[in-house]
């Protein structure tokens, strides 16, 4: 019998995702849990499994095409007969059971999500992901979907092709049975009621940012007004008033960004799609530069005994088969760093009026990739010895660089390193990772002149920039830390006394 295999909601909440790659084509035969497609979604590539055996009939999505979940992206010949599975059901009833498969029954709601902008925390649900991967505990708060073409659109009017799915591809949305419905609040201005579309997140948030919902237009569903539109109006009502700081973009892999093509002959502009992985970056860090005020310090330091230690540790056996480099003891610098001074590895809790101190570092490293912006992070690196450090790293960048980081591995970040050094720059004021209170750029080593003894000698010299939200760090708890980490650089025999 033929089969559809409909993308499903990878767990992240999302709406929508872009065909990158197919493994299979039409006629070839495939197991159950076999990779057949490659999709990007706002935060990473996932490869997709297939959950039966038989011969792929169809392909029902180009490359490069984003589609909505729910709608069938290949189709399955199986070996299966029509009487063990039922497909005489009508339509209702398949898309019935498509709800229930991708979104089981939840427990009972969870407690308030720390360090989420002053929202309260989204009801825990079970929810589906890939087949093979079990079920997990995720949000189940989504962006809006986009409303599917309708036959009765003009050329004029539709979507064009390179944002929209064709529409020979039949839309089968999924059924949500617990879909909360936004009401509408009715505002008595003007000549006759204006009616706003928001949950009450969004009114509070809109109240404390001084935003007028009545001139906000929503993007949500049946324009309903999202945090991030009232995010955006309280951003353009400040823009008359204030010029924002320029703060560079830090990334410290060494990936080539994605270069736009060289323009043909009399062109003069280039229109390049925001979506994927970069429209989060985009959004987090507006996100973040709007709630949390940034201060940003800076500290030259000899460094002249890390890269000596950096010089012996990679003859030790036990670095033989990982890189070393200068990054690995300013990674293990800042967890001392951070034990000691816990309030800067934590996050501001609006809701709950709450500042959450953590006792584990999750350890995000900025990453470059050819999509944009990712910051995936080591889990528990607080706990781990030195050489485990540097292997977590080394993984860590040859799967960034890969364009395989996956969600779990950028969530539930605690302070972040950007390494800019890598790119010969000095120095930036890097903005903090949304969650986070704080995070460390580190800036290029290079010779200088450097007064020791009383002498003037040429030393190995670096920049270290510490922004910090100061809701949470004052400016003296952040001096201290900065003085910290440097001191550990300067003589790494440090980090060791004060572990």
């Given at each position: 019998m033929r089969r559809e295999f409909r993308l499903p909601d990878v767990g992240e909440g999302l709406t929508e995702a872009e065909i990158v790659r197919w493994h299979v084509q039409a006629g070839d035969e495939v197991k159950v849990n076999q990779i057949v497609v490659e999709?990007?979604?706002?935060?990473?590539?996932?490869?997709?499994?297939?959950?039966?055996?038989?011969?792929?009939?169809?392909?029902?999505?180009?490359?490069?095409?984003?589609?909505?979940?729910?709608?069938?992206?290949?189709a399955v010949d199986t070996?299966?007969?029509?009487?063990?599975?039922?497909?005489?059901?009508?339509?209702?009833?398949?898309?019935?059971?498509?709800?229930?498969?991708?979104?089981?029954?939840?427990?009972?709601?969870?407690?308030?999500?720390?360090?989420?902008?002053?929202?309260?925390?989204?009801?825990?649900e079970r929810?589906?992901?890939?087949?093979?991967?079990?079920?997990?505990?995720?949000?189940?708060?989504?962006?809006?979907?986009?409303?599917?073409?309708?036959?009765?659109?003009?050329?004029?009017?539709?979507?064009?092709?390179?944002?929209?799915?064709?529409?020979?591809?039949p839309a089968a949305p999924v059924a949500n049975p617990r879909r909360v419905e936004v009401a509408p609040v009715p505002v008595a201005e003007g000549p006759g009621p204006i009616t706003v579309l928001a949950k009450p997140p969004v009114r509070?948030?809109?109240?404390?940012?001084?935003?007028?919902?009545?001139?906000?237009?929503?993007?949500?569903?049946?324009?309903?007004?999202?945090?991030d539109d009232?995010?955006?109006?309280?951003?353009?009502?400040?823009?008359?008033?204030?010029?924002?700081?320029q703060v560079p973009q830090q990334v410290p892999q060494q990936v080539p960004q994605q270069v736009p093509a060289p323009a043909a002959p009399g062109q003069r502009e280039e229109r390049v799609p925001i979506k994927g992985v970069r429209r989060m970056m985009a959004q987090a860090m507006v996100a973040s530069a709007y709630t949390a005020p940034h201060v940003t310090e800076f500290l030259q330091i000899d460094a002249t005994g890390t890269m000596e230690a950096v010089r012996r540790l990679r003859a030790l056996p036990d670095f033989a088969e990982v890189k070393v480099s200068p990054l690995l003891l300013v990674a293990k610098a800042v967890l001392t760093a951070a034990r000691r001074h816990p309030m800067v590895n934590s996050s501001w809790d609006e809701q709950a009026q709450e500042i959450v101190v953590k006792h584990y570092v999750n350890l995000g490293i900025a990453?470059?990739?050819?999509?944009?912006?990712?910051?995936?992070?080591i889990k528990d690196a607080h706990a781990l010895s030195l050489p485990d450090l540097a292997r977590s790293l080394a993984e860590l960048t040859e799967t960034a660089r890969a364009g395989r980081t996956q969600p779990a591995e950028m969530a539930g970040g605690t302070f972040t390193i950007t390494n800019v050094g890598v790119f010969g720059v000095d120095t930036g004021t890097p903005i903090i990772n949304p969650g986070e209170a704080a995070i460390l750029a580190f800036g290029?080593?290079?010779?200088?002149?450097?007064?020791?003894?009383?002498?003037?000698?040429?030393?190995?010299?670096?920049?270290?920039?510490?922004?910090?939200?100061?809701?949470?760090?004052?400016?003296?708890?952040?001096?201290?830390?900065?003085?910290?980490?440097g001191d550990m650089l300067e003589d790494p025999l440090r980090i060791m006394a004060w572990s």
């Open positions: 999709i990007e979604t706002a935060k990473s590539i996932v490869e997709l499994p297939i959950p039966w055996d038989g011969v792929v009939s169809g392909l029902l999505a180009d490359e490069g095409l984003t589609v909505e979940v729910g709608r069938p992206i290949i070996a299966e007969e029509p009487g063990e599975t039922s497909p005489v059901a009508a339509p209702a009833e398949q898309a019935k059971a498509l709800a229930e498969e991708l979104v089981p029954e939840p427990p009972a709601e969870g407690a308030v999500e720390p360090g989420a902008h002053g929202s309260p925390a989204p009801k825990e929810q589906a992901v890939l087949v093979g991967y079990g079920v997990k505990t995720g949000a189940t708060k989504r962006r809006p979907r986009k409303p599917p073409a309708t036959a009765t659109e003009t050329p004029a009017t539709q979507t064009p092709p390179s944002e929209a799915a064709p529409t020979t591809i509070k948030l809109a109240k404390d940012l001084g935003v007028d919902l009545t001139t906000v237009t929503g993007t949500g569903p049946q324009g309903s007004i999202t945090r009232v995010h955006a109006a309280a951003a353009a009502a400040q823009a008359p008033e204030q010029v924002p700081r990453a470059a990739t050819p999509r944009g912006l990712v910051v995936p992070n290029q080593v290079r010779d200088m002149p450097w007064v020791v003894d009383g002498e003037l000698a040429v030393r190995k010299v670096t920049t270290l920039s510490l922004s910090f939200d100061h809701r949470i760090v004052d400016g003296e708890l952040g001096s201290r830390f900065l003085r910290d980490v």
